[in-house]
Structure formats: structure tokens, C-alpha cells
């Protein structure tokens, strides 16, 4: 892969031709290691993944946006190693995070994932789970037989970043039935459920280059404040983006009276904006499109979009501290600063 410098020089051009790149590299060993899932299982992975279609034919839908690879190669490179190195650990944490979403939308009972049916929704919610299963494990698998540094620590890094993504995920299931829940928890939960992998994608790139453990703390760091700024983009675009630049229903997050960011801040306004907000998500009944749109004008009476987008700008430049303490090679910099503007600035 031709390094980060050669890339165009506008930001997000730059960090959507990184991801690009970082795809062409990762999708030959990505596809190797699902080759080794059974056949029944290696289909739903591959239907998963927008390689093929429920019958086989080429796919029409959107793939993933493969951010977390890309953080575990330019992290690599940035303290001196070799992409190739990196190439174990992108694709565990490309499986978990893939795993991780297959499991999502079962639990939220979303149907669509990026313009296409979700997994579970063309197969079943028993295929969903073991596919998820299946990926998780073929992750640690993948770090296991890559030898080195990685073999050695890279499989406890990644079980502990899932099972802060599985606290996390626990977290947001539990909230969805409490009245209110205080931004700090939020915050919390947001952190396990996104932050954790980021946070150790950043690190197992680190570690494949051996670099010392000042360097692999920062940018662990780093990712874990662009983890959290991600979530909380997320969260806006439930509310404020576009169907078709998420790739979900419009309002899955109000609808579900799930506790994100947002959601959390207005609620604990205690504003008359935030009090209706509440009594209106409190109805035991589900949300009509009127009752919607309804919540989304409170949400923005209370503030909860200027402070959101505010707490966003805030993590992202903790992470960008964090960034330029690791002290990386200057390309690897600046790829990994385009990949923090294009994850917290999109499509808002």
C-alpha cells in the first residue's frame, strides 16, 4: 500500500481514499480467514460483509466503512512498522466489529444495516447470532496464528475490548427502560460499546510494530476519545441525519427510547422541553411519525444538538492531543487526523 503522503490533499477526499486503500489491502486476508468458517456460515458472513447476495449475485448495497482496520495500519506505520504486520489485527477487529453488528441489530431489532436487509432480517435471528458467534471466535483465531508480539498479547487485548463492548451493549439494552439516565452513565456507555474497540485498534497496531508502551497508551487513547466522538456523531445522525446517508430508518434511537447522548442530555434539562420530552417517551405505546417529530423539536429546544455537537468537538480534540503526544511518523499523522475529521464531521 502506497503510504498516506501520496493521498489528495483535501480532508476528506484524503481520508475516504485512506479507507479505500486500507479496503484493497485488508479484503485478500479478510476473505482468507472467512474462508475458514463453514460453508453454511462463511454464506451469512459474506452476505454480511455485501460480498454476494442471499442467492450469490454481486450486491448493490453499501459495504462498512472499515474505519477501525485503517486505525490499526496507519498506527502501525506511524510508529515505524510495516503495514503488512498490521494485517492480523485489522482483520480481527474488523471480524469483531462486524460481529458486534450482527448481534446489534438483533437486539435492537433494526432490519436494515447499510440500504440492505440486515443479516437476521433475511435469514433469521438464529442465523444472525451464530454468524456473529462465529466471527468473534474467528478473530482471536486470526490473532493466534499470527505469530510475534501479536500472538502473545494481541488475543487478551481484543477480549477485553470485547467484553467492554458486551458491558456496553448490556448498558444501552438496560437504559432503554429507565425514565432517565444522567449524561455521565451515557457517556460510559458509549465509551464500552464504541470506544473500547477503537481504543484497542489503535493499541494492537501499536504492538504488531513493537513500539514501546508510552506510544501504544497515547494512541490508545487517541482512539478511545475518537471512539466515544464517533458514537456520539452516531447519535446525532439518528435524530438530525439523513436515512440515506446512515443507511437506518430515520429516529430508530427515539423510537426504541434508547438513552444516547442527546437523548440523555435533553431529558436531564429539566426543562419544560425536557420534562415533555420525557412524558412523551415514557408512553408505554409506540412512537407515530407525528409523536416523532414531536420529540425531535424538543430535543432541539432543550439544546441537545449544540451540546452534543459540542461534546464531539471536545473528544476530538482530546484525541488529537493524545495523537500528537505518540509522536508519529508525520504521514501516518495526518492520515490518522483526516480518518478523526471524516468519522466526528460527516454528513452533519
Known sequence: MDGPAALPSA???????ILEQVGVLITPSL???VERLPSRIRHLAGCHFGWWEADGTRPA????????????????????????????????????HNASL??????DGDRIRRGRPALWAAFGIPAGILAGDALFFLAAEVLLDAGGPLADTGPAELNKAVQNLIEGEYAD??????????????????????????????????????????????LRAFGAHLGAAFQLT???????????????????????????GPIAYALNTESPAGRALGRLLSSPLPLDQRQLERAVRLMEETGARTWALGEARRLTDTAL????????????????????RLATERDQ
Open 61 to 96: 448495497g453499501k459495504q462498512g466503512k472499515g474505519l477501525r482496520p485503517a486505525l490499526v495500519v496507519l498506527s502501525c506505520q506511524g510508529v515505524g512498522g510495516d503495514h503488512m504486520a498490521a494485517l492480523p489485527a485489522a482483520v480481527a477487529v474488523e471480524l469483531v
Open 173 to 218: 439494552v438496560v437504559f432503554q427502560d429507565r425514565p432517565v439516565v444522567s449524561v455521565p452513565d451515557t457517556s460510559a456507555m458509549a465509551q464500552s460499546k464504541t470506544g473500547a474497540l477503537t481504543a484497542t485498534s489503535c493499541a494492537l497496531g501499536a504492538l504488531a510494530a513493537g513500539a514501546h508502551q508510552a506510544r501504544v497508551e497515547h
Open 234 to 260: 452516531d447519535d446525532l445522525l439518528d435524530v438530525w441525519g439523513h436515512p440515506e446517508a446512515t443507511g437506518k430508518p430515520r429516529w430508530s434511537d427515539l423510537a426504541a427510547r434508547k438513552k444516547t
Open 102 to 107: 450482527l448481534h446489534d441489530d438483533i437486539i
Open 321 to 340: 492531543r493524545h495523537l500528537r503526544a505518540a509522536t508519529l511518523r508525520p504521514a501516518a499523522a495526518a492520515a490518522l487526523t483526516s480518518l478523526t
Open 31 to 33: 476473505r482468507e480467514a
Open 11 to 17: 480532508p476528506q477526499e484524503r481520508a475516504q481514499d
